[in-house]
């Protein structure tokens, strides 16, 4: 045996794939499943139902069955309402677009799950994620993307602690997501047509401005929508119903196509203009961690993604006081959010990055 390695099973075809390959390997696998919430992706639970019922555990024990390894789930709904579903809560409330998946990940995976991995005898941690670890040229343990560009996934494990790298098995980063269903298929798992979710794993129906109206009404007033200059062009419903860049929904008639630039909590203001006006020429970011070094001491060039799935821009990143960075790009990049990641490469190696404060 290679060694005890727990597999992070959602129920989905990846993780389902992982736990199989490295089986195959001949590593001692186990898989485990969080429960995280009692509502989410077409369902919702009472508190005291048995997790069994859950579609994401119900799945991953099929498999687990089906490749004869030992499955185990573990119940994170505190936590995770703590630290995930209560941040993307408050972020939006503060006029911030938050990215759930990069809270979670290193605080929830990467951070309870692992442990409670531990707990159970794992050596090795491994998820369904398109992203590679491999050794650097000094020797060190590093994050990079994945070969499959349309699904690197990278950008939302840049918050993971630099000292669990070497701990990490990413076996799909090699591999294209065609590539994942062909093995699926070939393998015969039970899982291997299952669609693929795209939302966010706990809001229910993908309807993040419901939950923000049930849970957090207070931060939905009524207010103006101004150009740039402060003039009245319509009415809002609430500014964090808002995100920057945004074109549609506005319910503004103007001689020329009109995108949301600013989110003003304090003056209750949607804050819109031309196209051109969307596009920023650097930013604050806060909040940081590093993956290439342990901290950053002067200025240095870099790629970097403003939000998942976006193209990098080159540009160089400055430290300043209080662990903040300053990224000045070379050609202005669209829709500059504050909420969202920076996330800074070196070629196809994550750097480092932050939470965009303005």
């Given at each position: 045996m290679k060694g005890k390695v727990a597999v992070a099973m959602s129920g989905g075809v990846d993780s389902s794939l992982v736990a199989t390959i490295l089986k195959e390997e001949g590593y001692e696998v186990f898989g485990i499943t969080m429960r995280l919430s009692d509502e989410g992706r077409g369902f919702c639970l009472s508190p005291e139902t048995d997790a069994s019922k859950l579609s994401?555990?119900?799945?991953?024990?099929?498999?687990?069955e089906q490749i004869g390894i030992r499955h185990y789930v573990a119940d994170f709904r505190d936590i995770f309402k703590a630290k995930v579903i209560d941040y993307f809560l408050d972020e939006y409330s503060a006029g911030r677009t938050p990215n759930p998946c990069v809270a979670c990940n290193p605080q929830i995976k990467f951070g309870a799950l692992m442990e409670r991995a531990k707990q159970l005898g794992a050596e090795y941690f491994a998820t369904g994620h398109y992203a590679r670890v491999k050794k650097t040229a000094h020797g060190e343990y590093g994050l990079y993307m994945g070969v499959d560009k349309h699904k690197d996934?990278?950008?939302?494990?840049?918050?993971?602690?630099?000292d669990i790298l070497k701990y990490i098995k990413l076996p799909l980063g090699e591999k294209t997501k065609a590539e994942t269903?062909?093995?699926?298929e070939e393998y015969g798992l039970v899982v291997a047509k299952k669609a693929e979710s795209q939302?966010?794993?706990?809001v229910p129906d993908d309807d993040y401005k419901a939950m923000l109206r049930r849970y957090r009404p207070y931060c939905l007033k009524p207010g103006d929508i101004v150009d740039m200059s402060g003039k009245v062009l319509g009415r809002h419903e609430g500014v964090?119903?808002?995100t920057i860049g945004q074109r549609k929904g506005l319910g503004i008639a103007y001689e020329k196509p009109l995108?949301?630039?600013k989110l003003d909590m304090e003056k209750n203001q949607v804050v819109v203009s031309g196209n051109d006006d969307v596009y920023r020429e650097g930013l604050i970011a806060e909040k940081?961690?590093?993956l290439a070094f342990d901290e950053l001491t002067s200025p240095i060039r870099v790629n970097a993604r403003i939000r998942y799935g976006a193209r990098e821009g080159m540009g160089t990143v400055t430290p300043l006081s209080d662990g903040k960075i300053k990224v000045t790009f070379d050609k202005p990049q669209r829709a500059v959010t504050p909420g969202q990641s920076v996330v800074l490469y070196d070629g196809e190696q994550v750097v480092g990055g932050g939470i965009i404060v303005e």
């Open positions: 994401s555990v119900s799945d991953a024990k099929k498999v687990s996934q990278s950008y939302a494990l840049y918050r993971i602690r630099r269903r062909q093995l699926a939302e966010v794993c706990f964090p119903l808002y995108y949301v630039v940081t961690n590093w």
